[in-house]
């Protein structure tokens, strides 16, 4: 397809790339070898971290967890080791306490958005800079073990798990008296 004058394929595997310009990687769960970035100008990761903070899996979901409600969303040169690459932009949202998931990936996908368009139009000028300064560990990757909510624990105590849980393939849950339930939220607006 033709945006503004460029010509835009997506890819949903990495076999289905073809070259060109930019290659961005949203949300990729797989690995692009030097080999097959070098069919690009440049390969961007989009990163929801400040980096070289927050390397790894879903760091903005990681944040969450730990209290926080501003988000710092990265454009990374893609390189080995993963998110450790030239930083070309960043760019950043605020959470009010109450988005749930879908709403949350709607601020980081504005914001992603703004970045990716930002790269396009200042392709030429834009001057990448080297990661400076202790990364920490890598963010795991989250799993349904991660959605588990403690009965011990108040709903307030757990509400930021509650907010950021996927309910279709993470739902939240917890087990009490031998058996395990599903706990699904939703916003109710102006009621």
Sequence with gaps: MSSNGHFVTLAYDKAELQGGD????????????????????????????????????????????????????????????????????????????HELLPEINAKLFTAELSLMTQAVEQFETIKPTQQVGDPGPYMPRRSAADSQLDPNKTIAEQFDLLRIVDPERYPAFFSYRGKRYLIKIEKVENE
């Design 22 to 97: 930019i290659l961005f990687l949203v949300s990729c769960s797989q690995i692009i070898k030097d080999a097959e970035r070098k069919s690009y100008k440049a390969v961007l990761v989009l990163h929801a971290s400040d980096l070289p903070k927050g390397r790894g899996w879903s760091p903005h979901i990681w944040s969450i967890l730990s209290g926080a409600n501003q988000i710092v969303v990265s454009l990374l040169e893609a390189s080995e080791p993963v998110d450790s690459g030239h930083v070309w932009l960043k760019t950043s949202f605020t959470l009010e306490g």
